[in-house]
């Protein structure tokens, strides 16, 4: 299965590479809301998504997919299964930061194998198999093994669970005290490969779904890091919306410790 899951991976990155011609070359960017305010959502979204779900279907023709947009989410323990984020970090995109991307994770029967983000505005591509190690442009990539207090903590805000802000905010300032500096960048998928490419050593979120850390989770893995919800329990791959942290071993003990204080 790992010899297969390796020719996937490279169609998924093949095709995230085709689809991302579409991000970079957008114009007049019109957002739409979906639940809300700050829930938003482009053509380019929806663009993205469908030439990737036509490419890696005829790369794994039965495929069924687990998307963000449309609608699409078939059943979680599929044969085969792709998890698509068509572009993540979508109000970056809005607002022309030039820091989102394209995150697609491959499971089959409810296990996750292959996983590919792909930054187009750096040509940053994060990838792994599982059992295989993390690459970032074909390169090893490894986490961080420094403390927290030596690490830079990346953070979401959750901004689509705004009963989760108080929260958020508050274990912030205690990460912030805790470690080098903070960074909110605004793209679950990209700071899960900040902490495999040991860039920072913890990222923690309240609350997120399935395609926005999928591939991630399984490179920060695949790098020698350590992936739970911000309670210390598993990681669900499943059609919730739980909290996450990743990090190195240490830094992310020192996480949990800080929330037991």
């Known amino acids: 299965m790992n010899r297969e899951a390796n020719v996937i991976c490279e169609a998924i990155r093949t095709a995230e590479r085709e689809a991302a011609e579409l991000m970079l070359h957008a114009h007049h960017v019109l957002a739409e809301c979906k639940t ?10 929806r663009r993205v998504q469908a030439l990737l779900m036509e490419r890696l279907y005829a790369a794994v023709p039965g495929a069924k997919f687990f998307c963000e947009e449309n609608d ?19 109000m970056n ?50 986490v961080d093994t420094a403390p ?10 959750a901004p689509y669970r705004p009963e989760l802000t108080a929260r958020t905010f508050s274990l912030m300032e205690k990460v912030y005290r805790a470690s080098l500096d903070i960074r909110r960048q605004g793209s679950a998928a990209l ?12 990222y923690y979120e309240m609350s997120l779904s399935l395609w926005d850390y999928a591939a991630g989770s399984l ?17 669900p791959y499943d059609s919730g919306k739980p909290s996450i942290a990743a990090g190195g071993k240490q830094a992310l003990a020192d996480f949990l410790a800080l929330l037991s204080q």
């Open 36 to 45: 809300g305010h700050r829930d938003v959502v482009t053509e380019y979204d």
């Open 72 to 90: 699409q989410q078939d059943d979680l323990h599929a044969e085969d299964l792709f998890i698509i984020d068509p572009i993540d970090g979508t």
């Open 93 to 142: 995109f809005v607002r022309r930061f030039n820091h989102s991307c394209i995150s697609v994770a491959y499971m089959h029967r409810g296990e996750l194998l292959a996983g590919a983000v792909y930054n187009p505005y750096v040509d940053e591509m994060f990838y792994a198999v599982r059992g295989g190690g993390a690459f970032l442009n074909d390169r090893p990539i490894h």
């Open 148 to 157: 927290l207090s030596e690490s830079v903590a990346c953070v979401g805000t």
């Open 191 to 202: 700071d899960l490969c900040s902490v495999a490419a040991g860039r920072a050593g913890l």
């Open 219 to 235: 490179i920060v893995q695949e790098a020698g890091g350590v992936c739970g919800t911000v309670d210390g329990a598993p990681l």
